[in-house]
């Protein structure tokens, strides 16, 4: 498939009229073709207005119409073949087998959201039957379901090109809730972006739904992505990226004279906790398996488990040992963007500084587009006096804090941030102590996990990915899983409306076939 470099604008493709740029490729460093001139404040203005014009009509399309145009977005997806996978891998620097697994898994999220729109229960349908003889006041018929928010964008991510970018996560959703989605590509991908925009676009005029449907924008600055946020037809937005960007677009959004939610992903360091009896039989292989997941695609996962907690002991010095040794074997690995991985180096050398901080291993030295495994140690008395050290490292970068007891750990985890995940290591006699802490856990992550690593996250309906600030804008929400419609989603309520003007989902006939609550208590279908 030819790329051309265009923005796709409802039906159109149209090359853009502000500075362009081109995709680098990762390893090398090389500008890969084509340009991808900017879109202008036309081009969002036009997007903005073809979203908020097919908004009342996509909205309301029948349940399997949708179901079908996900699924139609899936199939032309996989239809690109390995064009996709191959120009992806250049514009990333990650390997096939990761490509291809972040292909299966934006697709398998496309189907899901599919099933869910079909099973219907999202709608929320819940109908209280009018009560004339009620005393001393009769009730009044009420009826409720949730509807799309309006239109969304979207900000595709620099470190799941697939799975939280133009098809991803975000957009799956909200398409599934009924809400059109403007896309603003990240030009860290903009070939890989192109295609799978294509394939959106394509399916959008199969399924004969209103261009607005979809849109995708492209620019190398910030004046596209604040311009969008800041348009008053957008009614939510969805960001996966740094800390700095995603407040940066809260405060837009909070600014607008009619303010929206923004559901940003942002940062974590996600902490392990390896409980004594855990360590002691088997310290060792709970060090090899840690160094694996710190150091999986070159340590950037907003999962990557880069904080270590545990007692001073033998079981701590076999796991030290074994992720040690693991480490100073791992070669370096090509990073997404220069920009990444010139940050990387210097919060490495940032930590590495530290005078009470000890450096435990390093993976070997790479070129210039590549960042090295690092893992140091500190005591907890260290960790909790200085709050640079408590900062995500954005690669493949851990620290050790090493606490004199429970309580010490217990006083590292009440000042941590919000977190997006933390992991337990544990033996049947270390359980009593879980205990104690699951409470304080609850409070600080959206994703609690026993003898693994949050590296690996389901798309399943009973996944969250999420936590309280800064892990994510809004700890009550999910990125992942069936879940992550509710962020497109509002209630409405219809009191004494005739059946005629009733929402189909409401009407006594329920034809659309919901499941549905009446007075409280599910519907017979």
Do not use: W
Not at 241 to 262: D, K, Q
Not at 347 to 374: D, F, K, L, M, P
């Amino acid at each position: 498939m030819t790329l051309r470099g265009e923005n796709l604008i409802g039906a159109e493709a149209r090359r853009g009229t502000e500075a362009a740029f081109r995709a680098v490729e990762a390893a090398t460093g090389r500008a890969l073709e084509p340009d991808f001139p900017g879109a202008d404040r036309g081009d969002l203005d036009r997007a903005c207005a073809l979203a908020e014009a097919a908004f009342d009509t996509f909205r309301e399309t029948d349940p399997e119409a949708r179901a079908g145009f996900l699924e139609a977005i899936a199939a032309n997806i996989l239809d690109i073949g390995d064009d996709l996978v191959t120009r992806c891998m250049a514009e990333t620097g990650l390997p096939r087998p990761r490509i291809e697994g972040e292909r299966a898994r934006t697709v398998g999220q496309l189907r899901l959201f599919a099933g869910v729109v079909r099973e219907g229960s999202y709608v929320e349908a819940r109908i209280d039957p009018a009560l004339p003889d009620r005393k001393p006041l009769p009730r009044p018929d009420l009826r409720l379901r949730r509807i799309a928010v309006g239109p969304v964008a979207v900000f595709g991510a620099s470190n799941f090109p697939l799975a939280f970018s133009v098809a991803g996560g975000d957009t799956a959703s909200a398409l599934a809730a009924g809400c059109p989605v403007v896309v603003k590509a990240h030009p860290a991908h903009p070939g890989t972006s192109e295609l799978v925009g294509r394939a959106i676009q394509k399916a959008v005029a199969a399924c004969g739904l209103p261009e607005g449907t979809f849109s995708l924008l492209f620019d190398a600055g910030q004046s596209i992505g604040q311009g969008l946020v800041a348009d008053p037809r957008i009614a939510a937005v969805g960001f996966t990226g740094s800390r700095r960007g995603g407040t940066a677009l809260m405060a837009i959004a909070a600014g607008r004279p009619s303010p929206i939610p923004v559901y940003a992903e942002m940062s974590s360091i996600n902490p392990v906790l390896l409980f004594p009896g855990a360590l002691a039989a088997r310290g060792a292989a709970i060090g090899k398996a840690f160094a694996a997941s710190l150091t999986l695609g070159a340590g950037q996962f907003c999962t990557n488990p880069g904080l270590i907690l545990a007692l001073p002991g033998p079981g701590l010095d076999a796991f030290l040992e074994a992720a040690g040794a693991a480490l100073r074997e791992s070669p370096a690995a090509t990073m997404l963007t220069p920009g990444i991985q010139r940050a990387y180096r210097e919060a490495v050398a940032r930590v590495a500084g530290h005078a009470a901080v000890t450096r435990i291993a390093e993976g070997a030295e790479g070129g210039a587009t590549q960042g090295r495994a690092t893992l140091f140690a500190a005591d907890s008395d260290v960790f909790l006096a200085d709050p640079e050290l408590q900062e995500e490292m954005f690669g493949a970068s851990g620290l050790v804090v090493r606490c004199a007891d429970f309580a010490a750990m217990r006083a590292v985890l009440e000042r941590l941030e919000g977190q997006l995940t933390a992991s337990l290591h544990l033996a049947p006699e270390d359980h009593a102590a879980a205990r104690d802490l699951l409470p304080l856990l609850e409070r600080r992550v959206g994703r609690i996990l026993v003898d693994g690593f949050g590296t690996g996250v389901e798309v399943a309906h009973a996944m969250v990915h999420g936590g309280p600030y800064p892990a994510t804008s809004d700890g009550r929400t999910t990125s992942v899983g069936s879940l992550a419609i509710d962020r497109f989603l509002r209630p409405v309520s219809y009191q004494d409306v005739p059946d005629a003007l009733l929402p189909a989902a409401l009407q006594a006939a329920n034809p659309l076939g919901l499941p549905r609550r009446i007075d409280g208590t599910p519907e017979r279908r």
